[in-house]
């Protein structure tokens, strides 16, 4: 409307200002014919049969079923009567890792080790020419192995070609001889601060590297090109509007992964939005100079935080326990830094106006942020949000500690589904009481964000909001749920997955629900979520995605073709 206020005279100013206070008669677009439904700021059901979208894609008016619709729009759309809610949110997600890994050698679904070795077998022989074998998503407790695999075991199955395949979790990572030679890997190899060397009775290393013992041998393996990163991220976009995501938090993001991104959104393949947190201090003030940057490109980029480690995985026994694990008599985990380097790193940040997400799973790492924070807090006035990702394991007497100073709970339901076997086996039922607290954070006061760690679990939001609220696994077990106590009811998981993971990352004025001057993001599903069984939740089918009043996705449909010159080195592709 900007464009035509110019031309008009006084008289004609003050009609179209008064024309303009009643959205509907200049509204632009309509979705029409819809079982709609939102939440309000206080987590309410909404109710709507129509949503008005302006030509900055963002809703100008939630219309009820009598309410009269405008006649001049640029556009209309039928839908039939169809479900729509607002597009999901996940508040802690891996962009990158979930492309590279939905492009390497994938491990997530193999459910025995056999099953693993046939699959490793079978991606060797199907890409001949890489010169390594990469990828991840293994997990001995899901195979029942009982400890972790071996380099040995690897080299039966690639013999002379370098094979480095990250845990599930991105906590470990398991090598074959050739690729601890191609590292320099031996057995007077030192394990470095924060991580561990595994090794054999023999003293050798035994092909698994934990936490910051990675490093010794990620250093070796060859570095994606910025052809393959498009090619990821394009990947990781697809999979995520797929599963009905809108916005995602981007956890640990790198100055090469930002560069991806402007990329993308240079040349107009950005759709999902992004809420970026860089993988440090240094690569935060790379990008940010003197602070966050703004919002770019309608809303859809913004670097605002900082992502920090404190502690490693339960599955890898890197989370920093106050006691040793029940099933590894004296092993207390991993402290990856001291009191003085954290507070060192979250003030460099704080001072620039940096929000400071801090990974933290086990008890003494929670209290180590806890701590931090309330000391941070004397310094650092007005909205911080300090995030705590994970909190998985938290110690009773911590809980209310997330109630003070703002404290966003960053979790995610899928953990607590796939871990709980683990959980009490790494630390026995009398120290559970503090694990997965979700009631508990809530009644502390504290605010949760839902998202689901992807690709360490699958990104579906669906599979997430069944768990919040149940506390079961797909299988509908344990009955009754795991510590059912701490379920949150059905509308209190679904705002933690739209509203409080906005929030979470300063966005609640530019979306995370439908209501006038938000952004018009919005999927339409096959089924009410809000009613229906928590089994059929789980198998919710995501028919469309729109972003600012855009398709973005249509199950089925053609999708905006890509360049070949962004994706596919043409030395490569001719062979050479």
């Known amino acids: 409307m900007k464009s035509i206020l110019p031309s008009l005279s006084a008289k004609g100013v003050l009609a179209a200002l008064l024309l303009l206070s009643s959205a509907p008669a200049f509204a632009d677009a309509l979705v029409e014919n819809v079982d709609g439904m939102t939440l309000d700021e206080n987590g309410k059901v909404i109710r709507f049969t129509g949503v008005l979208v302006d030509r900055e894609g963002k809703v100008s008016k939630l219309l009820q079923q009598g309410d009269k619709r405008p006649e001049k729009l640029d556009w209309r759309i039928d839908m039939k009567g169809r479900i729509l809610i607002p ?76 094979v480095w395949l990250e845990r599930v979790d991105g906590h470990a990572a398991w090598a074959n001889s050739a690729a601890m030679k191609a590292a320099g890997i031996t057995a007077k190899s030192v394990s470095p601060s924060g991580g561990r060397i595994e090794k054999g009775a023999n003293g050798q290393p035994s092909g698994v590297f934990v936490d910051a013992a990675m490093a010794l041998v990620a250093k070796a393996v060859p570095t994606p090109s910025p052809r393959d990163r498009n090619a990821a991220f394009l990947e990781a976009q697809r999979i995520l509007l797929r599963n009905g995501i809108t916005a995602t938090a981007d956890m640990g993001a790198s100055l090469d992964d930002w560069l991806t991104y402007r990329r993308m959104a240079d040349r107009n393949f950005l759709r999902v939005r992004l809420m970026i947190y860089a993988d440090s201090v240094d690569t935060a003030v790379r990008v940010g100079g003197s602070g966050p940057t703004p919002w770019l490109y309608d809303d859809k980029l913004r670097l605002g935080g900082i992502k920090l480690y404190l502690d490693g995985a339960l599955g890898s026994r890197g989370a920093w326990l106050k006691a040793p694990y029940a099933d590894a008599a004296g092993q207390t985990g991993l402290a990856f ?80 589904t796939s871990d709980r076997a683990m959980a009490e086996t790494r630390l026995g039922a009398e120290r559970l009481g503090g694990a997965y607290a979700w009631r508990s954070m809530l009644t502390n006061n504290a605010r949760i964000a839902f998202g689901s760690d992807y690709p360490v679990e699958n990104p579906n939001p669906f599979v997430g909001w069944a768990a919040g609220f149940t506390r079961q696994g797909p299988d509908g077990q344990p009955l009754g749920g795991w510590r059912a106590e701490e379920a949150l009811t059905r509308e209190e998981t679904w705002k933690a997955f739209t509203i409080d993971a906005a929030y979470a990352g300063f966005a609640e004025q530019k979306f995370g629900r439908l209501a006038p001057g938000l952004r018009a993001d919005f999927i339409i599903v096959d089924r009410d979520p809000s009613t229906v069984s928590p089994a059929d939740l789980r198998q919710t089918v995501v028919l469309e995605t729109w972003v600012g009043g855009q398709k973005m996705y249509e199950r089925g449909g053609r999708e905006d073709p890509v360049p070949e010159a962004l994706t596919r080195d043409p030395a490569a592709a001719a062979g050479r």
Do not use: C
């Not at 003085?340 to 460099?348: F, V």
């Not at 209310?400 to 979790?411: E, H, K, L």
């Open 87 to 162: 597009g999901m949110i996940d508040a802690h997600g891996h962009v990158m890792g979930l492309g590279f890994q939905a492009l390497a050698l994938d491990l997530s679904e193999t459910q025995s080790f056999d099953e693993a070795k046939a699959k490793i077998v079978a991606y060797a022989a199907a890409n001949p020419d890489r010169p390594w074998i990469t990828g991840g998503g293994w997990n001995q407790e899901r195979w029942g192995l009982g400890r972790f695999p071996t380099a040995a075991e690897l080299d039966a199955l690639v013999p002379g070609r370098p």
């Open 337 to 416: 830094q001291s009191d003085t380097q954290l507070l060192n790193q979250m003030s460099r940040g704080a001072m620039d106006g940096f929000q400071l997400a801090i990974h933290a799973i086990g008890d003494r790492a929670n209290a180590q942020v806890l701590d931090a924070i309330d000391e941070m807090q004397t310094s650092y006035k007005g909205d911080r949000r300090w995030r705590i990702e994970h909190s998985q394991i938290v110690d009773p007497a911590d809980l209310p500690r997330f109630g003070r100073n703002g404290i966003i709970a960053s979790m995610q339901p899928v953990h607590q």
